[in-house]
């Protein structure tokens, strides 16, 4: 029964990250909440139907606080960023600047200082860092 508890996590929290700030990880999360609604659901009815003999009654809390914890995690890690690659990137945007040879970024406009030690290896050259 550990097992399943453990691996409905990790698969839950990998597919939120995965696809994290995305549309996606999020609907993952949500139907990992799902499935846990379900199950605990799942559990009270089966108390019901057997006239309370299968039925543990200290089940149900712990059902509870465990898909809150694997719903709220989900849900911080589908709002993480998503990396940036290595090499030269622009920190305003996230745009890949490594075929770009410009002082401003084509994509945000923001303007790259001629020598940014963020940028690796990425050098502009002063001539094209003035506007």
């Given at each position: 029964?550990?097992?399943f508890f453990t691996g409905y996590?990790?698969?839950?929290?990998?597919?939120?990250?995965?696809?994290?700030?995305?549309?996606?990880?999020?609907?993952?999360?949500?139907?990992?909440?799902?499935?846990?609604?379900?199950?605990?659901?799942?559990?009270?009815?089966?108390?019901?139907?057997?006239?309370?003999?299968?039925?543990?009654?200290?089940?149900?809390?712990?059902?509870?606080?465990?898909?809150?914890?694997?719903?709220?995690?989900?849900?911080?890690?589908?709002?993480?960023?998503?990396?940036?690659?290595h090499g030269p990137h622009c920190?305003?945007?996230?745009?890949?600047?490594?075929?770009?040879?410009?002082?401003?970024?084509?994509?945000?406009?923001?303007?790259?200082?001629?020598?940014?030690?963020?940028?690796?290896?990425?050098?502009?050259?002063?001539?094209?860092a003035r506007p």
């Open positions: 029964m550990i097992p996590a990790v698969i839950v929290w990998w597919l939120a990250g995965k696809y994290r700030r995305s549309v996606l990880g999020f609907l993952w999360v949500g139907a990992g909440a799902l499935f846990m609604a379900l199950v605990i659901f799942g559990h009270y009815a089966l108390g019901i139907s057997t006239n309370g003999r299968i039925y543990v009654e200290v089940l149900q809390p712990i059902l509870y606080a465990y898909g809150a914890v694997v719903t709220g995690m989900g849900f911080y890690i589908a709002c993480l960023p998503r990396r940036v690659e920190h305003a945007c996230a745009y890949d600047l490594r075929s770009i040879r410009t002082a401003i970024c084509p994509e945000c406009g923001t303007s790259i200082p001629a020598r940014d030690p963020r940028l690796g290896t990425r050098d502009i050259s002063a001539e094209q």
